[in-house]
């Protein structure tokens, strides 16, 4: 397989027990279709879509909705979602890098913490801007480098293999400088916001659980550490849960992000 799809298929692979996080996805969703100012009779693209969330909140508003994602198993679930919410989405399984819809298709095209994991930022950005209509919102949330989901991914990077090919960091997408270089001259009117998602959990430890057993890349890392090095992977669950500690209190875990909108040129 050459590098490009083995990283893919590494993602899909990753990402398929992703849906049990939806829980603390699901209020940044609605904060994102309101910053986007999604409504009735729009049509509206969610990009790696997951389990939905954006994509259902967005169709309960009345906006005519296409979700897309790369992992089979996680549109299962949006579907399941779809159906629980009475409204109809457009789901495909796909991928950001290759959009199938003709330029120009929506009025909007939304991501929350999704297309950031595509190994080329250019080409994904490329892409949900062609499919955007002149005037179009595009609008996206992304995890800082400074904050605790942006400090963990570069943890884990940390101790990971190399991946089968060169990428950049999902985080740099959290850096505004980065946001606005590369969406360059193909949109005017960038907006950012700094909300907090909050994820309930017990104790710190059942977050980075949570996090172990559901967020792709960090689940892959544990598989192989947990088989090979059993006291790396014991330093890096105490690496993992002494950054968790800073943002614990009251049984929440704060996760500061960031929201980008701009409009299509
Ligand atoms: C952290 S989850 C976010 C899911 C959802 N947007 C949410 O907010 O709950 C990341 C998602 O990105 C998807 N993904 C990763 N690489 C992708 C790609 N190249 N194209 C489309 N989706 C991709 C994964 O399958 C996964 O659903």
Known sequence: MDPLAQFKAGQRAGWAHFAPLQAGTTVPAA????FAGLQ????????????GVVAVTAARRGAAVTGLDLTPELLAVA?????????????????????????????????QFGHIFAPRPAVAIGEMVRVLK????????TWPPELLVGRMFTLTAGYMPPPPLPVPSPVLWGDVAVVRERLGDAVRDIVFERPTAQF?????AHQREAVEHNAGPIRALVETLSAAD????????????????????????????????????
């Open 134 to 141: 002149p005037g179009g919102t595009l609008a996206f949330s």
């Open 200 to 204: 309930v959990a017990l104790s710190i």
């Open 40 to 51: 009735s009779g729009q049509r509206v693209l969610d990009v790696a879509c997951g389990t």
């Open 230 to 265: 059993p006291e790396r992977l014991a330093r890096y669950r105490r690496e993992h849960e002494a950054l968790i500690a800073d943002y614990f209190a009251d049984n929440i875990v704060h996760q500061g992000y960031l929201m980008t909108r701009a409009v299509k040129r």
């Open 31 to 34: 904060r994102l279709v309101q």
């Open 79 to 111: 579907r399941e979602n779809a159906r629980i919410a009475a409204v109809d989405i457009d789901w495909h399984e796909g991928d950001v890098e290759e959009l199938p819809f003709a330029s120009a298709a929506f009025d909007a095209v939304v991501s």
